[in-house]
Every structure is written in C-alpha cells, then in structure tokens.
C-alpha cells in the first residue's frame, strides 16, 4: 500500500505551521510523500530537514498542480480519499478503504484540504470521508485516517538511516545519535 | 470519563492556529474543556463560537496557572496523561489507560506541549505517553490518544443543542440549520 498526501489550499502566511503538520503526521505515520499545491520552499525544508535527522525516505514536492496530479493519479489506477466534515463517516467506509488497499499496486491519494475546496475534488474522489462530523483539524484528521487504514501498526514504526532514534521511556528523555561521517 | 485538555507553551504570535486546532480537536473527540496556559482571547473566542454552532458543551479557559492546575488536578484523584515523543509508546499503554478510566469517577487531564516541556511535567504525569516516537504534532497526537481512549466511538458522537449539522453525504454538503431565535 502506497500513500501520498495531496496538501490544497496552502496560504503561505497562514499556514505554514498546519501544513508541517500535516507532511510530518504523513510521514510519521506511514505516508509515503506530500505533494503541495503551493510554492513554499520553508515547508519543504523544514519536513526535509526531518527527515534526513529521523530516518525514511518522506519527499515533499511543492507547486504541484492539483488537477493534473489528481487526473494521472486516477489514470494510473490509484484511488483518492477526500477528507471534509462532509462526507461520509470514517467509520462507516474504512472497512471498504482497507480492502481496496489490500489489492495488489494498491495506491491511495488523500487530499488534505483547507477551507472551501473546489467541488471538482468531491467529484474526484472514490471517498469523501469525514473524520468525525464535526469541525477541527486537517491535521487530526490525517492522523486519523492513517491510524485507521493501518490499523494502529504504523505507531511503532522504525525509521531507516535515521540519525535520530528515541528510546521510550516512562519519564525523561533518551535518544541515540547515530551521526554518519 | 471526564477528560480535560491543559495547553501549556503557548505563543500567541505563533500558536494560534495550532492551539485552536488542539481545542476543536479535544472538543469534537469527547473532552469537556481546554485550559490554556497563557492569555488569548482570541481562541476562546473562536472556539467558543464553533461551540455556540456545532453543539455540546466544550469551555475554554485561558490565562491558568499550570503548575496549580496539574496539582489541584492530582489532589483531587486525577490522572494525567502528559503527550511527548520521549514517553511509552501509546500502543504499549493505552490498555492500562482505559482501565484507570473505567473507575467510578475518573477524570483524566491531558496535556499538550509545545516545545520544551518543563521537566516536572514528566514528573507529575502518570503517564507520559508517546503517539509514535517520532516528530510530527500536539494535534494529531491527541486525537490519537483521544481516539485510542474511546475506541473510537467519538467519531459518531452528537451534540447537544447544535445549530448546525451535517448530514453525512458521499459526495457535496448537506446541512440542517436550527437557528433558535
């Protein structure tokens, strides 16, 4: 199962923190890159820079154009999961998401929205899932729609090459710094 | 279960968003309140206005002294839950978790940092819980924890006394407006 973030709506001067945190949610939790539709090399950086300290091979790709990556995404066979309050609840439509993930070459988009998304992304998308029906977060809303489809196993991943590791710990804090020279 | 939510790090220059987002996400997944240990009113504001909209309950109080709050907290037989990287990975203890939270008259406080935690955080904490040992957000970190707690029952949840509701579509937006006049 592969799975790439599609981040729209990105205001530079707004949110550039929400948007971090969403690419990180994406790769901490089993997503394979982002891609954003908007020109914001600080957010690239800053993802990239963590992932290069905590392992993984996460890309960030911004300026994408939505519309083209949505239409090869769908002609290349890949599936696309919307999240909006609006849709149908992540309850009801998980069972179908996982299943659908568990074919061969299975690929999932999941499009991350800010306010008033275009009504061609409902359209477009084989799922408009709404984590909970109620306002929040894009960001919780990723976290949750990736812990679901995972079924919680993506929680203890181990990252590759990273240079950072933490050793969980009742109280305190300890990490191991493995620094290639 | 009574869960409350202790924001502590904040800056409102900067946090404002991710704040907002970490009240919305406590109030749509099943917490009764956010205390916020700094002065914005313009989160009160804001959440209390999705709350005015949406339904139920949820307050937020900003301006606490955290160091009383944790220990009036304690006093009175809580348990606290303090959310960071460096803690016990969630899938090890969220079964201990939910079992203190069956208890007669369990209330549970959970708090979320922003960058560097005073250590008697760790301290005071029962536990300190790890939603995946690597970097990403206070945001999708408690929903995590809140959606692990209730098994995710809260993602169906519905509110009290709600203005606005959304009826769950596949595709578009529906929603009943009760406007009490």
């Known amino acids: 199962m592969e799975i790439v973030v599609l981040r729209l709506g990105h205001r530079p001067e707004r949110d ?9 949610v994406g790769r901490a939790l089993g997503a394979k890159g982002m891609l954003l539709a908007a020109n914001d090399q600080g ?36 599936k696309v ?10 309850l009801e439509v998980i069972p179908e998401i ?21 009504f061609e992304v409902f359209e477009a998308a084989d799922w408009n ?4 029906n109620q306002p929040h977060s894009e960001v919780a809303a990723l976290a949750l ?5 995972h079924e919680g196993r993506e929680l203890k991943a181990v990252f ?9 710990k009742k109280r305190g804090k300890e990490v191991i710094v493995t620094k290639r020279v």
């Open 81 to 90: 999961c919307h999240l909006t309050m609006y849709g149908e609840n992540i």
């Open 98 to 118: 996982r299943a659908e993930m568990k074919k061969e070459n299975a690929h999932l988009m999941v499009v991350v929205g800010a306010e008033k998304v275009p």
């Open 43 to 78: 957010i690239e950086r800053s993802i990239t820079k963590v992932t290069k300290q905590w392992g993984g091979n996460f890309f960030v790709k911004t300026g994408v154009n939505w519309r083209a990556e949505l239409a090869s995404w769908r002609q290349s066979g890949g």
């Open 160 to 168: 590759e090459h990273a240079e950072l590791q933490i050793v969980p």
């Open 16 to 24: 550039q923190r929400v948007t971090t945190h969403v690419g990180l």
């Open 145 to 149: 729609l990736l812990d679901h489809l």
């Open 129 to 132: 899932v709404a984590v909970s």
